[in-house]
């Protein structure tokens, strides 16, 4: 005999947040036994006439809730007159039942029995979250003249789904005071290949900035919260950006409080092999200090892929420059000589200050003949897992030299010691100098695209007719542009195919010099074909993905600033509206305007991911803190070695490519990140949030 024990609570369903809650009033009876795991946590909508439940478990089993039987699973007395269910592997298991019944009808009670707990509540459109709604749950863009949410109906085993019957209209509500901003009818989009829904339209685009607002279908439900401007976005564009701090190597890392002291300071020479977790370090090689830069991802390994973050971070700052300036992320603006932080301002715009610290490594692994190693590296991977990078006791080497980093760097170093040649002149001469070295060392290996950066560069700074001369033998080089829209920028360096506009965006807006008229028409044209291609490509998805889901490396279906890069940086140079508006539509994606309506971003969003393969977040994790905020995961699209085996139910194979996804820390291609993967172009959301810095007050509460 299995004993039960049986309980009744009486609670409340709250999916939104403090001081903003909708109460659903509800009585739960709860019975478990000795082998029950399953508990009933949320009652939600996915139709007018499918109910959604969501368990969780502490056990990963993905036929742990038994819908065999539908007649054990009853809406006012009546069985289901269908059960699905969604499941997924997520540290360790969500389990979401569907329940098809009659058409819900406001303000009629319903009494829901199942094997694993009965709800009994009272259904109210504008109070119960439909999970068929898809938005931007951190904040749309005020700048942007097109925003909008999407309603999908997908019941897991069940499929996705048309609305059957005539299309509903909604209605956009203020929820601090129930007021009526705006109603509308859903427009029908249709199928959608890459994600597999049959897809509705919600337009928001005159929704005024401001908020909370949220979404109601009537006889359906409502949305997730979410503003539009204002401190939305700028929370967003804050963490965001700030999340490069939080992953930066060699540096103390505070709010939150996660290193007291720099980590991974010492290096031993050892030149070794590039690879992962190879370098064998004894300890006795030539020992140095290296200050800067990046944690590769969840491990410690510095690379000369990072390169390409304080590349993309000065151009976008040149860019934009008005939108950026002092302790506006409120990261460390002084040091000591041993990089103890003195204090949070220097009168340098932190975006800048920033790249100098991705810079900054390259300066330490730079050999007097101007060669630059790959990075740094130990044998295995930093331990304890859940713990601050400053406690790791492995040795750490360097990587062999290596022509990425030194023919990249050369340009690197040249472009910041322009940009930072009015704070810190006499640091813009150490990098000149460090920049002609590598030059030196390298220009028989430098590909094009990277000879074409180190001249616009050095002719900006110094003025040089050489300079200028090999800049207009070498421009046509960016004509390739449009064609590499979708490369990795730091996999692509000394890369014959032209990938990255901040190579060539400095001279398009240079004032001071005389520019060749030829060369920046040909490079806005370069910009011009490349953004077309972009919006050419987001056309042709319901959900702003911009990339064939289904073709790309890890992280590619998240890395919607990248192609949003070249839209905004053509928006900057015409004034024309419509490349905003499409760089504005694809930021929206990855904080929740997508399939799973999932904010792929930590710290952003109602339903956001919480489970980054990350060490200082597991440690951050386990201080009640959440994960480091700011971090954008791998996201779907791309199982890996590690996902083929993931317990999602349906299978893997069967979930179309945006919906390919399993929130669970062992599952690296779809929970681990890299700074340069998926956090190169998050500036972009600054520009977004016209400028502008976090009061640091969460809106939504």
Not at 74 to 98: L, T
Not at 363 to 383: A, C, I, M, R
Not at 623 to 643: D, E, N, Q, Y
Request: hydrophobic fraction near 35%; charge should be negative.
């Amino acid at each position: 005999m299995v004993m039960k024990q049986c309980k009744i609570v009486i609670g409340e369903i709250i999916y939104m947040p403090r001081n903003l809650k909708i109460f659903v009033t509800l009585i739960l009876l709860t019975c478990t036994n000795s082998y029950a795991e399953l508990t009933l946590k949320e009652l939600r909508t996915a139709s007018k006439d499918v109910l959604a439940l969501v368990f969780t478990s502490d056990i990963i089993d993905i036929n742990e809730a038994d819908i065999s039987n539908t007649a054990a699973w009853k809406i006012n007395r009546a069985p289901a007159k269908g059960i699905y269910k969604y499941v997924m592997q997520a540290d360790p298991c969500d389990h979401h039942i569907y329940i098809k019944t009659e058409p819900l009808k406001d303000g009629k009670e319903y009494l829901v029995e199942t094997p694993y707990g009965d709800k009994r509540f009272v259904f109210n459109s504008a109070d119960i979250l439909c999970e068929s709604i898809k938005v931007n749950q951190a904040g749309y863009s005020a700048l942007s003249k097109t925003r909008y949410a999407n309603f999908a109906i997908w019941l897991g085993t069940g499929g996705s789904q048309k609305i059957d019957g005539n299309i509903p209209g909604y209605e956009v509500i203020q929820t601090s005071s129930g007021k009526s901003i705006l109603k509308g009818q859903l427009n029908e989009i249709g199928n959608d290949e890459s994600s597999g829904d049959f897809v509705y339209r919600i337009d928001l685009s005159k929704v005024p900035e401001g908020g909370p607002y949220k979404i109601v279908v009537e006889g359906y439900g409502a949305s997730y919260l979410f503003g539009v401007g204002g401190e939305f976005l700028k929370r967003a564009a804050y963490l965001l950006f700030r999340a490069q701090y939080l992953q930066r190597c060699g540096c103390p890392i505070h709010n939150p409080d996660i290193r007291e002291k720099p980590c991974h300071t010492i290096i031993y020479d050892v030149d070794g092999p590039i690879g992962e977790a190879n370098i064998e370090v004894k300890g006795n090689e030539r020992e140095f200090r290296v200050y800067g830069g990046y944690h590769d991802a969840g491990d410690a390994d510095r690379r000369a892929y990072h390169i390409s973050n304080p590349i993309i971070n000065l151009m976008i700052y040149e860019a934009f420059p008005e939108y950026f300036y002092d302790n506006q992320y409120d990261i460390p603006g002084e040091f000591d000589s041993e990089y103890n932080i003195k204090n949070y301002t220097n009168n340098i715009p932190d975006i800048i200050d920033e790249a100098e610290w991705g810079a900054l490594p390259w300066e330490y692994l730079q050999n007097e003949d101007g060669s630059v190693h790959f990075g740094t590296e130990t044998k295995g991977y930093p331990e304890p897992f859940a713990a601050p990078m400053d406690r790791d006791t492995k040795k750490y080497g360097t990587v062999a030299i290596d022509a990425r980093a030194t023919t990249t760097c050369a340009g690197l170093f040249m472009h910041l010691a322009r940009i930072i040649k009015p704070y810190k002149p006499e640091k813009s001469a150490q990098l000149f100098d460090r920049a002609e070295r590598a030059l030196k060392y390298s220009e028989k290996d430098m590909a094009a695209p990277e000879r074409l950066y180190y001249f616009i560069q050095k002719y900006l700074l110094t003025g040089s007719d050489e300079a200028h001369q090999k800049v207009k033998e070498l421009y046509r080089a960016a004509e390739a542009l449009k064609k590499n829209i979708y490369a990795t920028p730091g996999y692509s360096l000394n890369d014959a195919g032209f990938d990255n506009p901040a190579y060539i965006y400095s001279y398009i807006v240079e004032k001071r010099l005389p520019v060749d008229p030829e060369v920046v028409q040909f490079f806005t044209n370069a910009i011009k074909e490349a953004a077309d291609s972009n919006i050419d490509e987001l056309r042709k998805h319901a959900y702003p993905i911009g990339n064939n889901s289904k073709s790309g490396g890890w992280g590619h279906n998240v890395r919607q600033p990248l192609y949003a890069c070249a839209p905004m940086l053509y928006y900057r140079l015409s004034g024309d509206q419509e490349y905003l508006d499409a760089a504005s539509e694809f930021m929206d994606y990855k904080l929740g305007l997508n399939p799973l309506n999932i904010s792929y971003v930590t710290g952003l969003g109602f339903n956001q991911v919480h489970n980054p393969h990350d060490r200082e977040s597991a440690y951050t994790i386990s201080k009640g803190w959440g994960p480091k905020p700011g971090i954008t995961v791998f996201g779907p699209g791309i199982p890996g070695w590690s996902g083929g085996n993931a317990k999602v139910l349906p299978a893997v194979k069967e979930l179309s490519s945006e919906r390919l996804y399993v929130d669970d820390r062992e599952l690296i291609s779809f929970n681990e990140f890299t700074i340069f993967e998926t956090m190169t172009h998050d500036a972009l959301y600054t520009v977004l949030a016209n400028g502008g810095k976090w009061d640091g007050e969460d809106p939504y509460k």
